[in-house]
């Protein structure tokens, strides 16, 4: 019982710090959790002088550095379980760093600006219908895999309102975010940031839309700023262009994983295929 309270604490408490414009509340990232205030009236006037300090800092962190601190071994493995070995538990991604991961996306495409706005307002769709379900009972579904096994079960996962399809489809806008990530990192032709914003859509997310969807995308790639200010905004405090590039290598080792797991148990349960209009 006290564990559900705890995670209904974090998600609550994620949900809040995306609708403020706040940074992320939960595990170790940030302080914040219902657990964390707790512990902080216990202590000591220096010590609350310290969790602002240390709060602070981490207020000053990147998307991808946050990012980064998701999908830490320690935080999967409190979130999803994990095996003897001390590593996260292997095709069982946890639900909360996921919707922790995609609240952090909505920021990322906030960056690139209004153009992606069509997506964002997938991607928020998606995150509030998972976030729905996993606050009904966060110990059940505490796995992606619980909540799309159920749906299967019920017969509703390739429903358009499903979970899901959310699933499917935040893990494919992650798929475009770290390949356009990875080609501002890797890019040697100085290509503008339309150019690589289209790169990232052609092999991400292209595939699985219609020609609606597609149409709206050529339309938005039309007004995207220039890579300069969307490699500026994506910078910490006090970060440096060299910094950015170990962070996008070291988020993208850390992500694949996670995104190879929920495109492997889609394929299972024969979803991974769905195409929208």
């Not at 994620?14 to 992320?24: N, V």
């Not at 990232?29 to 707790?38: M, W």
């Not at 489809?169 to 992650?174: D, G, T």
């Amino acid at each position: 019982m006290v564990e559900r309270e705890k995670d209904e604490g974090e998600a609550i408490a994620l949900t809040a710090s995306s609708g403020g414009g706040g940074q992320l509340q939960q595990g170790g990232a940030v302080a914040g959790t219902a657990e964390g205030e707790r512990d902080g009236e216990e202590r000591g006037g220096g010590d609350e002088e310290e969790e602002v300090k240390d709060r602070g800092d981490v207020e000053e962190w990147s998307e991808i550095r946050l990012a980064i601190a998701e999908l830490s071994p320690a935080q999967l493995i409190k979130h999803g379980g994990g095996g003897g070995d001390g590593k996260p538990a292997a095709g069982a991604p946890p639900t909360l760093p996921f919707l922790a991961l995609s609240h952090l996306l909505l920021r990322v495409l906030d960056k690139i600006g209004p153009t992606m706005a069509v997506l964002r307002l997938d991607v928020q769709r998606n995150i509030e219908r998972l976030q729905g379900l996993y606050l009904s009972d966060p110990a059940k579904y505490s796995r992606l895999t619980e909540i799309v096994e159920k749906e299967v079960k019920e017969g509703t996962a390739r429903k358009v309102d499903s979970c899901a399809r959310a699933v499917l489809w935040l893990a494919r806008s992650m798929d475009f975010t770290i390949a356009l990530l990875q080609s501002l990192e890797e890019d040697t032709d100085q290509r503008s940031l339309a150019q690589l914003v289209e790169a990232a859509y052609e092999v991400s997310l292209k595939p699985w839309h219609g020609w609606i969807s597609s149409a709206a995308c050529k339309i938005a790639l039309k007004l995207i700023p220039e890579k300069k200010i969307f490699t500026s905004l994506l910078l910490g405090m006090g970060q440096d262009c060299s910094a950015l590039k170990d962070e996008i290598e070291k988020l993208a080792l850390l992500l694949q994983p996670l995104l190879e797991d929920i495109h492997s148990m889609m394929a299972k349960f024969r979803l991974d295929r769905l195409k929208s209009t």
